[in-house]
């Protein structure tokens, strides 16, 4: 099966590491695919605003920029590594409280999309874009500062619209997923090199986008596994 993580930031968001290392981290880990995912997060409101002034988010204005980075670097991993490497990014609607606040992982995205646009707005233009929409983090977390919770609590009307969840970030698993029998994917919400070592997902396709978009969408031939350092096995 491949060894996937869809969900990594760099430095073009606030990752602490460049787009190259990352890369050469997951591809000497022995990673069959990735996503880089990088924050456009919504400048509509006093924290986004903030985001924008640290650069903490991919813009209108170097989004092809970020976009022709991560394929060169996806030429790069598929010689050097057999790695395939998907562009995405992370919509990032931050707001005060966790019950307002989403965010959702657009994997092989082709254009530029705000993160201040309505949710029906996003969705419609990302389905259009033929980009796989993930919810992320859905529940709560070890690290309640960053909850975000407005998806799953508006699971009603927005679920037809999400391809997949995230049953598990870095080192939490939202059980609330499986409860609702959703399509789900483990990612490690990659940061730091530390973050390697978290929750993964396993598919059983072919190494290419569109079969991992359609394996993922159906969610058959998917697991999530530990994926941690062998000192660090402890059970
Ligand atoms: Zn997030
Ligand atoms: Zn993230």
Known sequence: M??????IHT?????????RRTVDLFGQAGFDVIAITDHVVNG????????????????????????????EEAERAW????????PGVEISKNHLTADQSAHILLLDIKDFI???????????TAREQEALIIACHPHYMSDMSRDTLFLWNNRAKYARHIDA???????????????EKYPHVANSD?????????????????KNIL?????????????????????????
Request: aromatic fraction near 16%; proline fraction near 3%; include cysteine.
């Open 2 to 7: 491949l060894l996937c993580d869809f969900h």
């Open 11 to 19: 430095t073009y968001s606030d990752g602490a590491v460049g787009l």
């Open 44 to 71: 509509d409101n006093p924290l986004g605003k903030l985001a924008h002034r640290f650069r903490y988010s991919v813009t209108s204005d170097n989004f092809y920029r970020y976009m022709d980075h991560v394929k």
């Open 79 to 86: 010689d050097k590594y057999g790695m395939l490497i998907i």
């Open 114 to 124: 705000p993160a201040c646009w309505s949710y029906e707005e996003i969705f419609l």
């Open 165 to 179: 969840w995230e049953i598990a970030n870095r080192d939490d698993v939202f059980n609330v997923v499986s409860l």
């Open 190 to 206: 990659f940061h730091r090199p530390r973050h390697l070592y978290s929750w993964k997902t396993l598919l059983n396709c072919e």
């Open 211 to 235: 079969s991992v978009k359609q394996c993922i969408k159906h969610n058959k031939g998917v697991a999530i596994t530990l994926f941690r350092k062998s000192e660090e096995m402890k059970w």
